[in-house]
Nanobody, 123 residues
C-alpha cells in the first residue's frame, strides 16, 4: 500500500520561502511520477508542478515558474517543493500526488494522495 505524507507547510510573510516534503512509503517510488497540487478555500484543486520518475522532466504552472522548484530523492522516497518569493495568492492546502502512469496536470491522473499541508502567506 502506498502512503504519502506531506510536511513543511506553515505561515510565512510575502517574499518568504518554504520547502515542502512528501515522503512516500511502499515500493517502487522510483517508478512513480510525482506532483504537487494546491487547493485554496472555495476553489478547485489545481496543478502546481510535477516531476517524472527519472527526475529529468519537470513541469510548472505559469504562476509559479521561476519561484518554485520541484525535486526528488529516490533514495529517500521523497519529493520536495521549494517555494521562494511567496505571495498571498499561494495560500492553499498543498497536496502531494503519485501515479504509476505518466504524470500530467490533471487531478484524475493521480492515484495516490497525501493528506495535505497548509501554506499561508501573509501580506
Amino acid at each position: 500500500q502506498v502512503q504519502l505524507v506531506e510536511s513543511g507547510g506553515g505561515l510565512v510573510q510575502t517574499g518568504g520561502s518554504l520547502r515542502l516534503s512528501c515522503v512516500v512509503s511502499g515500493r517502487a517510488f522510483n517508478m512513480y511520477d510525482m506532483a504537487w497540487f494546491r487547493q485554496a478555500p472555495g476553489k478547485e484543486r489545481e496543478f502546481v508542478s510535477n516531476i517524472r520518475w527519472s527526475g529529468n522532466e519537470r513541469d510548472y504552472t505559469d504562476s509559479v515558474k521561476g519561484r518554485f522548484t520541484i525535486s526528488r530523492d529516490n533514495a529517500k522516497n521523497t519529493v520536495y517543493l521549494q517555494m521562494n518569493n511567496l505571495k498571498p495568492e499561494d495560500t492553499a492546502v498543498y497536496y502531494c500526488a503519485a501515479t504509476g502512469g505518466s504524470g500530467t496536470r490533471f487531478v484524475t491522473n493521480y492515484t495516490h494522495w497525501g493528506q495535505g499541508t497548509q501554506v499561508t502567506v501573509s501580506s
